[in-house]
């Protein structure tokens, strides 16, 4: 490995403290918040440091997840990524995000 791994799991601790509120796209329609509940750093491997939130949707959200993006303390997006997850009412979500 290139990168010594505590090295990568501080830059992914670093680039996690510029994300302020991740938002989805439900059905492809407009874009809401969801609340940030938990976060952590799960390890790395040669190349990825790899991050995830918990994130709580509200509970009557009921259809398919189509988009999530990352916002700054600007409300900037600093990324954006499609999905396909379908989300019934009532059940939490936790997303995995693999930085390179």
């Known amino acids: ?3 010594n791994s505590n090295f990568l799991t ?3 601790v670093a680039m996690g403290e510029h994300i302020k509120a ?3 796209q439900l059905d492809n329609d407009s ?3 969801t609340t940030i509940i938990g976060t952590g750093t799960t ?3 040669e190349n990825h440091v790899y ?3 918990t994130l709580e949707i509200p509970s009557a959200v009921n259809g398919r997840i ?3 993006r990352l916002l700054d303390e600007n409300s900037n997006v600093i990324a954006q990524r499609n ?5 019934s009412s009532g059940t939490p979500l936790f997303l995995k995000f693999r930085y390179i």
Not at 83 to 87: E, G, L, Q, R
């Open 1 to 3: 490995m290139f990168w």
């Open 10 to 12: 501080s830059m992914a």
């Open 43 to 45: 390890g790395t491997d």
């Open 51 to 53: 991050k995830y939130y």
């Open 83 to 87: 999905d396909n997850i379908v989300k």
């Open 31 to 33: 874009w809401a918040d």
């Open 22 to 24: 991740i938002q989805f």
């Open 66 to 68: 189509t988009a999530f």
